[in-house]
């Protein structure tokens, strides 16, 4: 009865004992994979830490290899990062990761300069098929908010993710889905979300602080990215900043409060005669000795006290050349550091232009004084010559009248041939004239008269005819006739119906 009853329980035990065995096998086994796999997945964030675009802040670069890991390392079919816009009603993809096909997905096309920044700004221009409207998976991200990551086996019947079947999931063939939010200052900006084909599939702890530390990895990526961006800005600022001092015109350099030289600009080079290396580092009242020494000393204290101050010095170089500057200085404040901001412009040779100028105004304003004072004694020696002038005029009238005519009227008295008592008459008028303002009348009438013309139009004034004046001149008719046409001419009379000896006649009266 006893061996009835051991020989089964032997069997029972041995039995049990196999069952026990296989199980531990199958234990160890499973502990053996999932240290494997829990191995490769710190391996892999090991990498992923140690990633050149991380540090450089490629983000193209970087959301493709964490794309990657997560399909490589979960042996799943996709993997794909989607990001808000900018108010969290669009979600656009970045990229994604397709595993069957071995190919990187993505909606649009990334070139270098591409930014986190101008990647949300243009997901609203998408088109519809690469973009997914918040609002329609509203069910979705209320699990996503209330818990870092959602891990769904059967992601067509679970709750959270339901909303998808219709469209992503069945597009792509995927039963499991395993998402996890991507947090930027602890705000979610996005999500990484990874699809399983096939069977459905239990995702493990390991595997789900695997997707979160990926999604982790993605926000560094950003954050770095958004980080050579604000450094590139800064770089290309104090590049154009550089640029600009280097090509201004006018000296620059940053001093602190004792006087070092912190900064200078070629131009500022270029006035004190010394190179960027010999000026930096140096003290400012060594190599800007002024005349007098405290001039820009006091420049800076002023400076200090009000905030800003202009002033010109006099300064002698290294090589003794003296310089004389307009300087303008702005004393800066920047985290409770002290700055003088001093800008230099060699005013020297527009001085010594101006000092030019100055003395050529001046040796004009002695040569106007000396023109005036002899134009003065142009004036008194004009109005002397006049008076002689006068007086010489005065004194021939009265030797004609006095000393000429008397003795002509005796002749008069002579018998005398015809012709010679008309000579004597012409000799008469004519003296007659010289000491009478007709003679000078005609002159400042008309000084263009020949001699010719004066003497006819003195005999047409006489009341000669043209035959008597031909007769008298020894001239033929036409040509006394060709000087009274010149005569009218000369005098304006012209086409006017103006006799010419009542004209000559008046000269007399307007004379006088």
Not at 60 to 89: C, P, Y
């Amino acid at each position: 009865m006893a061996d009835m009853t051991y020989g089964p329980l032997h069997k029972s035990n041995k039995l049990l004992q196999e069952k026990l065995a296989q199980a531990n096998k199958t234990i160890e086994r499973i502990q053996k994979t999932s240290q494997e796999q829990l191995q490769r997945q710190n391996n892999v964030l090991v990498s992923l830490a140690k990633s050149e675009a991380l540090k450089k802040g490629d983000l193209i670069a970087a959301i493709k290899e964490i794309n990657m890991a997560a399909s490589k390392t979960l042996n799943i079919e996709l993997s794909e990062i989607w990001l808000f816009n900018r108010d969290r009603t669009i979600l656009g993809c970045i990229g994604g990761y397709q595993s069957s096909k071995e190919k990187h997905l993505g909606h649009i096309t990334l070139t270098e300069d591409f930014t986190y920044s101008s990647f949300i700004d243009a997901i609203d221009t998408f088109d519809k098929q690469n973009k997914l409207y918040a609002k329609n998976y509203a069910a979705y991200f209320k699990a996503l908010e209330a818990d870092r990551l959602i891990a769904a086996g059967d992601a067509h019947l679970d709750s959270r993710t339901r909303e998808w079947s219709p469209g992503f999931l069945t597009t792509h063939n995927i039963n499991s889905l395993m998402d996890a939010t991507i947090r930027l200052s602890g705000r979610m900006i996005g999500v990484l979300c990874c699809g399983a084909t096939g069977k459905k599939r239990e995702w493990t702890l390991a595997e789900q602080n695997f997707i979160a530390s990926l999604a982790d990895f993605v926000s560094l990526a950003i954050e770095a990215n958004e980080h050579r961006v604000t450094e590139s800005k800064v770089q290309k600022y104090n590049r154009l900043n550089e640029l600009t001092l280097n090509t201004a015109i006018n000296g620059f350099c940053r001093i602190d409060t004792q006087g070092n030289i912190l900064m200078v600009n070629d131009a500022m080079c270029s006035i004190f005669r010394l190179s960027q290396n010999e000026i930096e580092g140096q003290n400012i009242f060594s190599i800007c000795t002024t005349v007098p020494p405290d001039e820009f000393r006091q420049h800076l204290d002023r400076a200090a006290k009000s905030g800003d101050d202009r002033c010109e010095i006099r300064i002698i170089d290294h090589i003794g050349k003296k310089k004389i500057l307009d300087v303008s200085t702005n004393y800066i404040e920047i985290d409770h550091d002290q700055f003088f901001f001093s800008f230099f412009d060699d005013i020297t040779l527009s001085k010594q232009a101006l000092k030019k100028i100055q003395e050529r105004e001046q040796e004009l304003e002695n040569k106007n004084i000396s023109l005036v004072e002899l134009n003065a004694a142009l004036k008194v020696l004009l109005k002397k010559r006049e008076e002689d002038k006068k007086e010489v005029e005065e004194k021939v009238i009265s030797n004609v009248k006095e000393l000429v005519l008397p003795y002509l009227e005796k002749v008069k008295g002579f018998d005398l041939e015809k012709q010679a008592v008309t000579y004597l008459s012409i000799l008469e008028s004519n003296l007659e004239n010289i000491v009478s303002p007709f003679s000078m009348a005609l002159s400042s009438f008309n000084n263009n008269l020949t001699q010719t013309e004066m003497q006819v139009a003195d005999l047409i004034k006489s009341g000669k005819t043209t035959i008597e004046i031909s007769e008298l001149m020894n001239l033929s008719d036409k040509t006394i006739e060709v000087h009274r046409k010149h005569i009218r001419s000369k005098l304006d009379l012209k086409n006017k119906k103006i006799n010419l000896r009542t004209y000559l006649r008046s000269l007399d009266s307007v004379k006088s």
